[in-house]
């Protein structure tokens, strides 16, 4: 059963966009796909409510790469509300078409990307409110509260 890629989604495959961890980032999202175990990380820095820089990384599949990779690039200086109406649909159709068996690899970027918005807006808020003065703060904070609900159920 040969999958049969675009010549765009195997372009963005072999030559993937925004690779790695924004130095700087204010937001952060990680999610994984239960079903085939792959896991994408988005780091993004957000000025004014425009998302500057955007990077992914991602343990996955082809698809997977090729997907969050135009996921950064459909995303990248958009305002978080628009990045935020970007669907697995846009990056489908991004990419030219997504083999059937694969077309659920485009929810992993998608995802990560509305996780790293959300994280964004909570830090942002967190820190005009004082509560954390940095990342490392944001980041316990979140470890804290995400182990208090694992204790209770
Ligand atoms: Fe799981 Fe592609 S097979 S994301």
């Known amino acids: 059963n040969s999958l049969s890629y675009t010549e765009k989604a195997l372009e ?9 961890v924004v130095k700087d980032f204010n937001g952060r999202g990680e999610i994984g796909e239960i079903d085939c175990g792959d896991v994408c990380e988005v780091t993004l820095f957000v000025e004014n409510e425009i998302i500057k820089r955007i990077k992914f990384r991602v343990y996955g599949c082809a698809g997977a790469i090729a997907t969050s990779s135009a996921v950064t690039e459909l ?4 305002s978080c509300e628009e990045a935020l109406q970007l669907t697995d ?8 078409g997504l083999p059937e068996q694969k077309k659920h ?11 790293s918005i959300y994280d964004y807006w909570l830090y942002k808020q967190l820190l005009e409110t004082g509560q954390v003065a940095n990342r490392a703060e944001h980041e316990k904070i979140k470890e804290d509260l995400f182990q208090q609900f694992a204790d209770k159920y």
């Open 89 to 96: 649909n846009d990056v489908v159709e991004y990419l030219g």
């Open 105 to 115: 690899c485009s929810l992993l970027g998608i995802r990560a990307l509305k996780q």
């Open 75 to 78: 995303a990248k200086g958009k």
């Open 12 to 20: 963005h495959f072999s030559n993937p966009r925004n690779v790695g």
